[in-house]
């Protein structure tokens, strides 16, 4: 039975997250990941506390307006200088456990809003 009809015009489409694996159009990633709404690429990221701003190099041209950090199975906060050099460059940043990040940028991609998911798979 069909609810609500999916009408999102993002060509990535999260199906499925569970720890170390996500599943993006149909296909599995275990490794960290960028996704845009039409684009996913990989990312060599292992832990959130080895995150630095050049990390993110890749979302700020062209500029991304919000990145989701998707830290894994548990919330984990950033170190506040990474957050204080994003939000410098104007983009605004909010961090999550990754199931959570997945379900935002779904929401978000359906908009059409100009999101960045940094998915860690850890």
Known sequence: MIIQEDDSQATMQIQRYEPGALWVNKKCYEHSVIIKPHSITPWDVQSCALLKVQDF?????PKVQIILLG?????IVPESSLLRELFKKGIGVEFMDTRRACHTFTILAAEQRNVAACILII
């Open 57 to 61: 190099e890749s979302l700020f041209n």
């Open 71 to 75: 830290t894994g199975a548990k919330l």
